[in-house]
Antibody
Framework: EVQLVQSGAEVKKPGESLKISCKGSGYSFTSYWIGWVRQMPGKGLEWMGIIYPGDSDTRYSPSFQGQVTISADKSISTAYLQWSSLKASDTAMYYC????????????WGQGTLVTVSS | DIQMTQSPSSLSASVGDRVTITCQASQDISNYLNWYQQKPGKAPKLLIYDASNLETGVPSRFSGSGSGTDFTFTISSLQPEDIATYYCQQYDNLLITFGQGTRLEIK
């Protein structure tokens, strides 16, 4: 069974750094793209970026380029989303998703990680 | 980047009704258009991929059509469990964008 298990909820202060994770199992982790999606409270889905763990090829939405870093460690089948300096506006639910081998659509989703940034 | 205009933003319908949601792309995306369902407090779920293909296990009352810039998502007979928000999503060379979402309620 394909599973994506995300790290737990985080409460951080503005200016702090954060790295959240998404561990894949039940499939060949290096053969499918992993994407990240933001959902701010009460709002819609926003695509942030995508990574191919096989060679770490990474693409970002223009809206998130330079704001976050997406990475992956294929040795432990885990993808990451990180911030160097959080803002209150980063408060949101973040989902990872396994996309197809060519990246087009998301076949499976993680349960989400709630990030709260507040002073 | 490609913009997706989804309408309506909300919709109220009765059980058994036919429901239609549209999505328009700002440029030709061929059939690279997918539809997701998101229930409150849950992760999204893929329903339709590449405009008209039903994902495995998804009930046949869900369907999609269209190509180029104009796409339609249809529920042929609305069921109570279909209450959710629906999103279209395009992919163009791995630059992905979602529509704004349609919140579907039971009348």
């Amino acid at each position: 069974e394909v599973q994506l298990v995300q790290s737990g909820a985080e409460v951080k202060k503005p200016g702090e750094s954060l790295k959240i994770s998404c561990k894949g199992s039940g499939y060949s982790f290096t053969s499918y793209w992993i994407g990240w999606v933001r959902q701010m409270p009460g709002k819609g889905l926003e695509w942030m970026g995508i990574i191919y763990p096989g060679d770490s090829d990474t693409r970002y939405s223009p809206s998130f380029q330079g704001q976050v870093t997406i990475s992956a460690d294929k040795s432990i089948s885990t993808a990451y989303l990180q911030w160097s300096s959080l803002k209150a506006s980063d408060t949101a639910m973040y989902y990872c998703a396994r996309h197809t081998a060519v990246g087009g659509y998301a076949l499976n989703w993680g349960q989400g990680t709630l990030v709260t940034v507040s002073s | 980047d490609i913009q997706m205009t989804q309408s309506p933003s909300s919709l109220s319908a009765s059980v058994g009704d036919r429901v239609t949601i549209t999505c328009q792309a700002s440029q030709d995306i061929s059939n690279y258009l997918n539809w997701y369902q998101q229930k409150p407090g849950k992760a999204p779920k893929l329903l339709i991929y590449d405009a008209s293909n039903l994902e495995t296990g998804v009930p046949s009352r869900f369907s999609g059509s269209g190509s180029g810039t104009d796409f339609t998502f249809t529920i042929s007979s609305l069921q109570p469990e279909d209450i959710a928000t629906y999103y279209c999503q395009q992919y163009d060379n791995l630059l992905i964008t979602f529509g704004q979402g349609t919140r579907l309620e039971i009348k």
